[in-house]
């Protein structure tokens, strides 16, 4: 599976952003798509997933109620709509795929990934 991320880009405290992630070899391997995210110093953490089958989608706390992970399965993209953006969610955001067919958030647990687009919130 080969996933290709786009979106990031500059945006200020508050403004919103849409990150895509195109998927494209043996998709049939990739039953949990999530998103994660490293901020400078820090470990990779969990954002969030869906599952292709179903798309139930689970969120980590930071970014319940703000972010939106969606599918759209004809293209093999998954779709994160981030509104309500604040300076602590700056990081680079990676797309990865697991074919765990549970949902999992741990980084290890995924066996493709992305190539991480760069997120910055200016305060």
């Known amino acids: 599976v080969q996933l290709q991320a786009s979106g990031g880009g500059l945006v200020q405290t508050g403004d919103s952003l849409t990150l895509s992630c195109a998927a494209s070899g043996r998709t049939s391997d990739a039953y949990v798509m999530g998103w994660f995210r490293q901020a400078p110093g820090k470990e990779r953490e969990f954002v969030a997933l869906i599952r292709w089958s179903g798309g139930r989608t689970y969120y980590a706390d930071s970014v319940k109620g703000r972010f939106t992970i969606s599918r759209d399965s004809a293209k093999n993209t998954i779709i994160l709509q981030m509104n309500s953006l604040k300076p602590e969610d700056t990081a680079v955001y990676y797309c990865?795929?697991?074919?765990?067919?549970?949902?999992?958030?741990?980084?290890?647990?995924?066996?493709?990934w992305g190539q991480g687009t760069l997120v910055t919130v200016s305060s």
């Open positions: 990865a795929a697991t074919s765990s067919l549970v949902p999992v958030m741990r980084p290890d647990r995924y066996d493709y």
